[in-house]
């Protein structure tokens, strides 16, 4: 598929959430390395509820924070979360700019240390909680690019309460600012985490994802791995070629209810 192909609309089928009943917009926080971070934030409108809203941090794709992703933080607002997308790539400039693949990894994916990613999601954790957000009700999913990382933030966050990564990619080339990928990190999960994943994706072999849905298994995870038969890669995204409403409709009410079940998992211990 060509970058204009996936990064063009398809008018027939991109969704368009209202903002109606919810305070969405443009903020601001300095960052752990002083820089100043920029995220969308997405919540219900009026006070937060009785010991805060659950929040979702949103991991963007390789194409960043643009309309779609912010669309997704409307959708999560309206079901009654405080939704925020940090802007991981927001030091380097904005990705839309961009012509090729290429591009955008030699110029944001591969200079972007995972480690960077993880402070600054730490981050968004703690503006929204400082926002009203209930610090025992923490989610994260992700897209592409946002999927691998929901993986890796899962191991590295303890306060985190589920993940849901969305066709991450599970194995591959490591470098000193990339050092591991979600094979490599299964036995140091430390959230529930769900995995979306098209049986059709070019490029996320289905090998690789049954070698990964027997690596949970034989650690005796929790975590587990949804294929999605005939699906593509970003088969939620309803801004390109790949959509499946079908497949994406299915996923979303997927995403919500283990959610939902981690929520009430914490409530009873």
């Not at 933080?73 to 997308?85: D, M, N, Q």
């Not at 049954?210 to 005796?220: I, P, S």
């Amino acid at each position: 598929m060509s970058f204009a192909a996936a990064s063009a609309p398809v008018a027939d089928t991109v969704i368009h959430t209202p903002a109606s009943g919810l305070q969405a917009g443009w903020v601001q926080w300095q960052a752990h390395d002083a820089c100043r971070l920029r995220a969308y934030s997405a919540r219900p409108e009026g006070p937060a509820p009785e010991g805060g809203w659950p929040v979702v941090l949103v991991v963007q794709e390789i194409f960043g924070v643009h309309e779609h992703i912010q669309d997704v933080a409307r959708r999560l607002a309206h079901a009654g979360f405080l939704a925020v997308v940090p802007d991981l790539f927001g030091r380097l400039g904005d990705p839309a700019a961009c012509q090729s693949y290429e591009e955008i990894r030699n110029g944001f994916i591969w200079p972007t240390p995972d480690t960077q990613v993880m402070a600054d999601l730490d981050d968004a954790m703690q503006w929204a909680v400082a926002e009203g957000g209930n610090a025992q009700r923490v989610h994260l999913t992700g897209f592409c690019w946002g999927g691998r990382m929901a993986w890796l933030y899962a191991a590295h966050q303890p306060a985190l309460a589920s993940a849901v990564a969305w066709y991450g990619r599970l194995q591959g080339p490591t470098s000193d600012l990339q050092p591991e990928h979600p094979a490599q990190v299964v036995q140091r999960l430390q959230a529930p985490v769900l995995g979306l994943y098209g049986a059709c994706d070019e490029g996320i072999p289905l090998a690789h994802v049954q070698t990964f849905q027997a690596a949970l298994a034989d650690a005796g995870s929790p975590s587990r791995v949804e294929v999605f038969d005939g699906a593509p890669h970003a088969f939620l995204a309803d801004y390109r070629a790949s959509y499946r409403a079908a497949d994406a409709a299915r996923g979303w009410q997927m995403m919500l209810s283990w959610m939902a079940a981690a929520d009430q998992a914490t409530s009873t211990t």
